[in-house]
Nanobody, 127 residues
Framework: QVQLVESGGGLVQGGGSLRLSCAAS????????MGWFRQAPGKEREFVST????????YYADSVKGRFTISRDNAKNTVYLQMNSLKPEDTAVYYC????????????????????WGQGTQVTVSS
């Protein structure tokens, strides 16, 4: 089992940047594919980005492609989400998720694919 704790959220003006971090503890972090999701008030949780165990393969939602970058440091048991050119519509609670992956280059973009979730961190983008 793995425990996930997000940090780095906050209030930022439109066009600004934030970097989210997700620290993992428990079983070997390098065995887990990781993802970021978000949930705005009154909306369903939606996929943002995912990264394979090795960190080589990544995938993004169209709404964030070119603005957000996911990365991981397996030595530090941490996954990151660099968010640039933020828009008010990016306002949401951002969740880190993880799942064991048998294949080093697989990634996952459905909420039901993930077994472990963090508690979330609020990101608010003002116009």
């Amino acid at each position: 089992q793995v425990q996930l704790v997000e940090s780095g959220g906050g209030l930022v003006q439109g066009g600004g940047s934030l970097r989210l971090s997700c620290a993992a503890s428990g079983r070997a972090f390098s065995e887990y594919a990781m993802g970021w999701f978000r949930q705005a008030p009154g909306k369903e949780r939606e996929f943002v980005s995912t990264i394979s165990r090795s960190g080589v393969r990544t995938y993004y939602a169209d709404s964030v492609k070119g603005r957000f970058t996911i990365s991981r440091d397996n030595a530090k048991n941490t996954v990151y989400l660099q968010m640039n050119s933020l828009k008010p519509e990016d306002t949401a609670v951002y969740y880190c998720a993880g799942r064991a992956s048998a294949y080093s280059e697989s990634y996952y973009y459905r909420t039901q694919d993930y077994a472990y979730w963090g508690q979330g961190t609020q990101v608010t983008v003002s116009s």
